[in-house]
């Protein structure tokens, strides 16, 4: 069975940093895409970055200039680096894998079970 274990969240103060590490492990076919989605109280969860295997990447405009995504696609780890945190960056940070499926057409989505970034003074 998949997992996604995630590592690397915590609590820093505005303007500070952190980065984010997520690996995937067990019977995945191919993977097509790996990302970061976040989640904060009462709020819909959005996406932050992603990056598919090809290397092309996406950004929510929140934090375009500020994080960067990257992925070591030998060993399906995905990161994320957070620099110039701001408190609306205080959210549960989830990682996202799509993957090809063994059948044609088909397609599997598996969720790590978050990380807490708190940034605050």
């Known amino acids: 069975q998949v997992q996604l274990v995630e590592s690397g969240g915590g609590l820093v103060q505005p303007g500070g940093s952190l980065r984010l590490s997520c690996a995937a492990s067990g019977s995945i076919f191919s993977i097509y895409s790996m990302g970061w989605y976040r989640q904060a109280p009462g709020k819909q969860r959005e996406l932050v970055a992603s990056i598919t295997r090809d290397g092309m990447t996406n950004y929510a405009d929140s934090v375009k200039g500020r994080f960067t995504i990257a992925s070591d696609n030998a060993k399906n780890t995905v990161f994320l680096q957070l620099n110039s945190l701001k408190s609306e960056d205080t959210a549960v940070y989830y990682c996202?894998?799509?993957?090809?499926?063994?059948?044609?057409?088909?397609?599997?989505?598996?969720w790590g079970q978050g990380t807490q970034v708190t940034v605050s003074s």
């Open positions: 996202n894998v799509f993957s090809d499926s063994e059948y044609p057409g088909g397609m599997y989505d598996y």
